[in-house]
């Protein structure tokens, strides 16, 4: 039973943009926080950012602030990462996440198959 589906990966030069997207069903998505995490090759994952139910209190880890957007698509049950001016060093595995709870902190339960984005220099 897939719950979380993640697309908008891919290969891009640094200082380019992409934006990811993450479809929820329906029985996660209502009333939860969600989050972008990512893991880079040898590297713990890494919260990145995150969007409260009610969508007034969003988190962005400080090394992406700045250059990365979430957002939310309640109609569409949709969460965004909107991603600009690329690093090589944003290059990882993006997993979407939802946790049982409006706000966004704390543990999240239910995680994406991930999508590789790939900054090249």
């Known amino acids: 039973q897939v719950q979380l589906v993640e697309s908008g990966g891919g290969l891009v030069q640094a200082g380019g943009s992409l934006r990811l997207s993450c479809a929820a069903s329906?029985?996660?998505?209502?009333?939860?926080?969600m989050g972008w995490f990512r893991q880079a090759p040898g590297k713990t994952r890494e919260f990145v950012a995150a969007i409260s139910w009610t969508g007034d209190e969003t988190f962005h880890t400080d090394s992406v602030k700045g250059r990365f957007t979430i957002s939310r698509d309640i109609a569409k049950r949709s969460v965004y990462l909107q991603m600009n001016r690329l690093k090589p060093e944003d290059t990882a595995v993006y997993y979407c996440?939802?946790?049982?709870?409006?706000?966004?902190?704390?543990?999240?339960?239910?995680w994406g198959q991930g999508t590789q984005v790939t900054v090249s220099s």
């Open positions: 329906v029985r996660i998505f209502r009333g939860n926080a």
């Open positions: 996440a939802v946790r049982d709870g409006e706000n966004w902190r704390g543990l999240y339960e239910y």
